[in-house]
């Protein structure tokens, strides 16, 4: 399977824990994305990088929230202290440098705080 | 703020009737759309864009209208088919052309009967 991965699927924590998501992009994708969606909402931007580079952050992401893409392939997003509002959808995407604005999404990480 | 509007939270259709999608956005710096599709416990897929320079976008069974003075689309499927069951998420992106930040609305449940 060549699309997007994202590991694990589901995690289910206690409040105040730290948590983490790894996303494998499609291989030859040079730009990778976090979003975040919650029931009943649209999927909503967090963060996106272009290789290894960070370009740009929302400011959904606060201080507890970091993620890194240290080798420009697979990223992880860590959540420090979580909350319960944190239980949410955490979704990866990729894509292309040469962007038509289409993106690769992943199947997602179901994270549910307890 | 809600940036892209989908009022409609659901919507039924006939098999084989034309199913239309709206999608309203208060950003005027928003020069591209997509649309994107969702099935349940997967992550959603790109089916069809369209950029600030055109008003017409066709693509097989799915066309998108872009309406710029009433910062309003539609996503047009004709004929409806049980499989088109899904939920329709507009986006926008104000990148010129990328998927950078994209900005999604809450989407719409699609529902086709037979």
């Known amino acids: 399977d060549t699309g997007v991965s994202q590991d694990p699927r589901h995690k289910i924590t206690k409040r105040g824990q730290n948590v983490t998501f790894r996303c494998d992009p499609i291989s030859e994708h040079n730009r990778l994305y976090w979003y975040r969606q919650t029931l009943g909402q649209g999927p909503e931007f967090l963060t996106y990088f272009q290789n290894e580079a960070q370009l740009e952050k929302s400011r959904l992401l606060s201080d507890r929230f970091s993620a890194e893409r240290p080798k420009g392939s697979f990223s992880t997003l860590e959540i420090q202290r979580t909350e319960q509002g944190d239980s949410a959808m955490y979704l990866c995407?990729?894509?292309?440098?040469?962007?038509?604005?289409?993106?690769?999404f992943g199947e997602g990480s179901r994270l549910t705080v307890l | 703020d809600q940036q892209v509007k989908q009022n409609s939270p659901s919507l039924s259709v006939q098999e084989g009737r034309i199913s239309i999608l709206n999608c309203d956005y208060t950003?005027?710096?928003?020069?591209?759309f997509l649309w994107y599709k969702k099935y349940p416990a997967e992550g959603p897929t790109f089916l069809i864009s369209i950029s600030s320079i055109k008003d017409k976008n066709e693509d097989g069974r799915f066309t998108v209208f872009l309406n710029k003075s009433a910062k309003h689309l539609s996503l047009h499927i004709v004929p409806s088919q049980p499989g088109d069951s899904a939920v329709y998420f507009c986006a926008a992106s104000e990148s010129g052309g990328g998927a950078d930040g994209l900005t999604f609305g809450k989407g719409t449940h699609l529902i086709i009967q037979p």
């Open positions: 995407a990729s894509s292309p440098f040469r962007n038509t604005g289409e993106l690769f």
């Open positions: 950003n005027s710096m928003f020069d591209y």
